[in-house]
């Protein structure tokens, strides 16, 4: 495996090498779509690669998009409104508190502590922000009060579904990040800052509930066409409804720190396993794409 860096010299690169696969982890560079860069550059060349195409990757970095998708699957999502200006009316059917995100950025990217708003003059102070900051449609939807969780799902022949995760904030809340923020995510373990959630796997969740969101992850990947894996992150509400907040196609895959292994190796899968999994996903679509062709 030769590691490359999906930068501006990558046409180049693909055009000089022989290359049988790519396993595609690559963030691509900075744009509305940057997810689907690497995908588009391949699939045009004919390389073989693993994980989502590009459309399924630019979509499910939009954030609004995804959730119209799921909506028209009936898939529960928390009710959302776009705001392009910040000076949009504020729909009557959203209830606070609600939570401010930018459009289109993973990794909890503009999420802070202030992000949870529970009146409008907040509301509208976070907007603006975030639309200064990142300058990108802001996303506001109804903050769902509960249990976070994600669930996995890995291969396509058929596709598996991994255990659910949960991640507990209870100790967390001298820090006041009790959701999934940025600083969560990217000092997450640190005693110093109160970043110490608790990770139980699989979730503590009655069978029945376990199922449920299984199926909905599976929904989810099928409905914004992902293939190889995928994880979907959910807010379980106190009164038992799971709703889905975001699809990733593109999850990341540290062994030591990212969600998806610690899923698969509470499901029974190895680290390797998993891996060769997410290449035979790559390689079968490739061929039946040769096929239809």
Known sequence: ?????ADHGLLKWLLAHP???VFNIAEGLPSANRESHVPALLTALQIPYTGSNSFTLALALDKAKTKSVLLSESIPTPRFQLFRTGREL?????????IVKPNREGSAKGITRDSVVHNEPALRRQVQQVLVQYRQEVLVEEFIEGTELTA???????????AVLEIDFANCRASGEHFYSWRMKEFQGDVTQGLVPAFHCPARLADDQARLIQQLALRAHQALGCVGFSRTDFRLSRDGIPYVLEVNPLPGL??????FPKMAQAT?????ATLEQIVTSGVELHRLALMVG
């Open 1 to 5: 495996m030769i590691p490359v860096e």
């Open 19 to 21: 290359v049988d696969l």
């Open 90 to 98: 504020l729909r009557e059917e959203l209830r606070f508190p609600l």
């Open 152 to 162: 996995g799902v890995l291969g396509d022949t058929p596709p598996q579904m991994l």
């Open 254 to 259: 540290d062994p030591l720190e990212s969600s």
């Open 268 to 272: 029974g899968w190895s680290y390797a």
